[in-house]
């Protein structure tokens, strides 16, 4: 579509939370839809809080298999949508300080987060403490996305 | 260093604020919530906001691997038993705690809090400095807060004027280093004659008060009624 391709591309770099959740997938299947025609560069952040009771140097993250697999499945879902996904690994104290130091560092004009949504018992809507901060704190664009989690089985 | 701060007042804040900014890794206290955001807001994810006078919140805070619990709320009691669940319960290695009114300095170092910092005794000393007094003066606290500087004003009947250090019957755990005469300090030497108007600067533990005050101060109501 190369009238769409002489507009300005919607972002350049996005840093992308990789909260490890179902929807996760589908999230970055979105972002790297709206990446692919302007090369744009996606970094998938997945985010290891670190209570205060241990130091923050401790590697918790590293050793688990679950953790690795968060990442790797996001690298595998970019990769067959056709983009590159730089997955990184953080542990901190605070999921969305960390999100928005991240999108400092990298210089990232976008930053994207999933909201899951409980559908069932009428769904307990709670935005939580990270997307607050985020929108708060960001110095980019923030997208949220709220996507309702698959059912849950009885 | 990791320091565990309680209380989020003026205190509190700046010095998680002077604390980071020195490099420690620090974690503030402060019961309020609407503080607790607005400390947060400022200097960033170093808060909790729960009260510090709970043990698990104190565990949650990161209290079993802190180096230092510094107690500063405005609330002595609430200081006090945050100092003695850290150095109790979480085995902290040395705990700090402000004392807002003096009279409960004793019972703090009783019970086991390593440091005390008192915002009144200072004001006070530095009253006192400026004013004659015919008390002994607490200019601060040494070491773990065992020791004490005390500066002693040698006034008329002061039984230590016209007598040197050496011939002075000093308590034990005490000493006498320094003089200031005429606004200039120099070492107290054995055989320095002492004179009315000096102050005197000693070095030694709280309980020695009493007797260094009968060799400095003497009894000045008797004198001058005599």
């Known amino acids: 579509m190369p009238s769409e391709l002489s507009a300005p591309p919607v972002f350049r770099r996005a840093v992308v939370a990789l909260s490890g959740h179902p929807n996760g997938q589908r999230l970055i299947r979105l972002v ?29 993250a590293g050793r688990s298999d679950e953790i690795q697999q968060v990442l790797d499945v996001a690298e595998g879902t970019a990769e067959a949508a056709g983009v590159q996904l730089e997955s990184v690994l953080l542990q901190a104290r605070d999921v969305g300080a960390a999100l928005v130091d991240e999108a400092v560092e990298r210089e990232a004009d976008l930053l994207v987060v999933g909201l899951a949504y409980r559908t069932k018992f009428g769904g307990d809507f709670a935005i939580g ?24 089985t009885s | 260093m990791f320091v565990l701060v309680i209380g989020g007042g003026k205190v509190g804040y700046y010095l998680t604020k002077e604390l980071i900014g020195s490099g420690h890794e620090v974690v503030l206290m402060e019961k309020d919530k609407d503080r607790a955001n607005q400390i947060a807001d400022e200097i960033g994810s170093v808060v909790i906001s729960h009260d510090g ?36 319960h979480f085995d902290v290695p040395r705990t700090i705690a402000r004392v807002n009114n003096p009279k409960n300095e004793s019972l703090f170092k009783h ?26 003066l607490h200019l601060g606290a040494l070491g773990e807060g065992e020791l004490e500087l005390i500066e002693a004003h040698l006034q008329v009947g002061s039984p230590a004027i016209g007598k040197a250090p050496r011939d002075l019957s000093m308590p034990e755990g005490c000493s006498l280093f ?3 005469r005429d606004g200039i300090a120099t070492p107290l030497r054995p055989d320095t004659v002492l004179a009315e108007g000096d102050k005197v600067i000693a070095i030694g533990k709280a309980e020695c008060g009493p007797k260094l005050h009968e060799q400095l101060i003497g009894d000045l109501e008797a004198a001058r009624a005599g």
């Open chain 1, 32 to 60: 790297a839809e709206l990446a692919k025609p302007y090369k744009a560069e996606l970094i998938g952040v997945h985010v290891v809080e670190i209570d205060w009771s241990m130091p923050l140097d401790m590697d918790l």
């Open chain 2, 111 to 136: 019970l086991g809090v390593d440091e005390l910092i008192s915002p009144t005794r200072m004001i006070l000393g530095s009253i006192e400095q400026d004013i004659p007094v015919h008390e002994l």
């Open chain 2, 53 to 88: 006078c709970e043990g698990k919140y104190l565990a949650e805070a990161g209290a079993n691997r802190a180096d230092i619990v510094a107690a500063v709320t405005g609330d002595d009691e609430d200081n006090l038993v945050i100092c003695q669940m850290a150095k109790h």
């Open chain 2, 178 to 180: 320094a003089v200031i």
């Open chain 1, 129 to 152: 403490k990270t997307i607050p901060y985020i929108l708060k704190n960001a110095p980019c664009a923030v997208w949220v996305v709220r996507e309702p989690i698959p059912e849950e």
